[in-house]
């Protein structure tokens, strides 16, 4: 609860003393302050929980925009380690088959010279 709750209540009370004070007493006057008093009371109390409403959302928004943000920062570890992960075995991957080619240069070469052979007829004019 904050000060403008306070305040508002507390002048609602007013009024409503005011009020009934002055409809004891006959005083017209009195009355219409109390009823015054009464209204802006209400006004300023649903101010102070509009306000207090207000100031809890933008508290709930801090924590979600801190939880975003630890999520992200999770998530781009996460991706920075699956790529070094890729990386890595896509490097073992290439040393593996430098290793096989070395191994069958004779394979290598046929295979080689067969593809060459299969794109030149492919790109050729009149087949």
């Known amino acids: 609860m904050n000060r403008d709750q306070i305040r508002g209540a507390s002048r609602h009370i007013k009024g409503r003393a005011q009020t ?29 929980r509009a306000r207090d409403r207000a100031e ?23 991706g920075r380690d699956r790529a070094r992960d890729v990386r ?9 088959a430098i290793r ?5 240069r004779t394979n290598t070469l046929l295979g080689l010279a067969a593809l060459a ?5 492919l790109v050729r004019r009149a087949r």
């Open 20 to 48: 009934a004070l002055g409809g004891l007493t006959g005083d017209p006057a009195r009355q219409v302050r109390g009823a015054v008093n009464q209204v802006a009371g209400g006004a300023q109390y649903a101010y102070g």
């Open 56 to 78: 809890d959302l933008a508290e709930d928004g801090r924590h979600l925009t801190e939880a975003a943000r630890r999520r992200a920062d999770h998530l781009i570890d996460e």
């Open 88 to 96: 890595r075995r896509g490097a073992d991957y290439g040393r593996q």
């Open 100 to 104: 096989t080619a070395e191994a069958n």
């Open 117 to 121: 052979f299969a794109a030149g007829w």
